[in-house]
């Protein structure tokens, strides 16, 4: 496993690992609201964000985060690497070394928010609509 930083030419792979995380942990999202924010992914968030990713053995990307003023804005994880320590990992470099201390979790992705609150994070308020204006309130997390 080596972490680095990816460059504009692994946004392609990238965006592979964030749509398969999607699939297998978002439930709440339908096929149509996960095809509208491919390209916004891809086109605007991916440069939005400081990105770090993590690589396998065979230099595939099997996770990566994204980190804009003090907020984890993504994190995602191959589904089958996950529970191997790669979140754990991407988020331990986004706190050391990125300066995070704010996370957004979808209330519908139980499986995050348990995650983060096992990491450290606490709820500290809640929005009814995602940051698209879609009806998929986020809780908002803060390190103590």
């Known amino acids: 496993m080596r972490m680095e930083k990816p460059r504009k030419r692994d946004y392609p792979e990238l965006l592979l690992v964030w749509e398969r995380s ?12 996960i095809l509208s924010l491919r390209p916004m992914i891809l086109g605007r ?7 770090c990713c993590v690589r396998n053995d065979d230099e595939r990307i099997i996770g ?12 995602f994880v191959a589904p089958d ?22 996370v957004d979790v979808n209330e519908q992705n139980p499986q995050a928010l ?13 929005s009814p609509l995602d940051g698209q204006g879609n009806p998929f309130p986020l809780l908002h997390l803060t390190l103590p």
């Open 22 to 33: 999607v699939r297998a942990t978002h439930h709440f999202l339908t096929e149509e609201d």
């Open 45 to 51: 968030y991916f440069d939005a964000v400081e990105l």
């Open 64 to 75: 990566f985060c994204g980190v804009a003023d003090g907020s984890l804005e993504m994190l």
């Open 81 to 102: 690497s996950r529970g191997q320590g790669i979140g754990t990992a991407l988020c331990r470099h986004a706190v050391d070394h990125l300066g995070v201390t704010r």
């Open 114 to 126: 348990g995650f983060y609150e096992h990491f450290g994070f606490r709820v500290v308020g809640r």
